[in-house]
Nanobody, 119 residues
Framework: QVQFVESGGGLVQPGGTLRLSCLASGTSLSILTMNWYRQAPGKQRELVAS???????NYADSVKGRFNISRDNAKNTVYLQMNSLKPEDTAVYYC?????????????WGQGTQVTVSS
């Protein structure tokens, strides 16, 4: 059974930093494209950052230059370094692993971790 467990969320002041981690079990991270999504109250879930198996990264415009996604396949872990946090970054952050195999897409989700940016 594939499981993702996020950690590292919390309360931080505007301008602060947090580092989210997502530990995978039941699968090798190396076969997955990994994504971080977030969902703020009353809003749809949105893609924040992604990193492919060959380390190509993409970011939402709202976080470019502030967030950095990375992966350590040996530790089966993906990270999201969040700098210069803003109140609008407040959301539940979800780790997602995606694999396309034989024309089918397989999505795996973590339970989410709360990030609150407030003074």
């Amino acid at each position: 059974q594939v499981q993702f467990v996020e950690s590292g969320g919390g309360l931080v002041q505007p301008g602060g930093t947090l580092r989210l981690s997502c530990l995978a079990s039941g699968t090798s991270l190396s076969i997955l494209t990994m994504n971080w999504y977030r969902q703020a109250p009353g809003k749809q879930r949105e893609l924040v950052a992604s990193i492919s198996r060959d380390l190509v990264t993409n970011y939402a415009d709202s976080v470019k230059g502030r967030f950095n996604i990375s992966r350590d396949n040996a530790k089966n872990t993906v990270y999201l370094q969040m700098n210069s946090l803003k109140p609008e970054d407040t959301a539940v952050y979800y780790c997602n692993g995606r694999r396309v195999w034989l024309l089918k897409t397989y999505d795996y989700w973590g339970q989410g971790t709360q990030v609150t940016v407030s003074s």
